[in-house]
């Protein structure tokens, strides 16, 4: 069986992998994360991932790679990962009460093709007081995330309800990717 390599140095994308019990190694790119404002949030995150996993790809040309990239859209604004802490304040605060869209994009590259794909997933947030967002900040969680939220951790109390694919919001939606994986013919699931 080929090798398969996560183009992504974020943890959680890596749990969600190990969860599988799939056998991968970690290979993270430092691409450029620039994208044309014109482009629809599906396709910032499928440029985005198809661009990590080329880089990636281009070191591993016998392997299956997944690249990955997340953006948070509130009321078609692209957000981010927050630079520092008033940024952050911001994000949450315009995300309170509110419903907003994540988007992943998913491009896995195979030996003789690539697949390129996103999921959206819609997340309510409750209405959050100042003291619950500068809360949620000291945590420092809100710092590496996409949107100033991790639905996996301390950010679970923000979310109201979710319509959509859980594991998407959190970095990789999980049952596409294999599904993509096998059709790519890189392996089975549960044999």
Do not use: C
Request: charged share 25%; no cysteine.
């Amino acid at each position: 069986m080929k090798n398969l390599i996560l183009a992504s140095s974020s943890p959680r994308r890596k749990e969600l992998l190990e969860n599988l019990h799939i056998t991968f190694e970690v290979s993270s790119s430092d691409v450029d994360e620039s994208f044309d404002p014109a482009l629809t949030p599906g396709e910032v995150v499928m440029e985005l991932s198809s661009r990590k996993a080329k880089a990636v790809s281009l070191q591993h040309q016998e392997s299956f790679v997944i690249g990955a990239d997340t953006v948070v859209v509130l009321e078609g604004t692209v957000l981010g990962k927050p630079k520092d802490r008033t940024e952050a304040y911001s994000m949450l605060k315009g995300l309170s009460g509110k419903t907003h869209s994540v988007y992943t994009g998913v491009s896995i590259i195979a030996p003789d093709k690539e697949k390129n794909f996103y999921v959206k997933t819609d997340v309510v947030f409750w209405e959050l007081s100042d003291e619950e967002i500068n809360a949620y900040i000291d945590t420092s969680e809100p710092f590496d995330k996409a949107g100033a939220y991790g639905i996996q951790g301390f950010g679970s109390v923000l979310v109201k309800e979710i319509k959509g694919d859980y594991f998407s919001v959190v970095g990789l939606p999980v049952s596409r990717t294999v599904r993509e994986l096998r059709n790519a013919g890189y392996f089975q699931p549960f044999s």
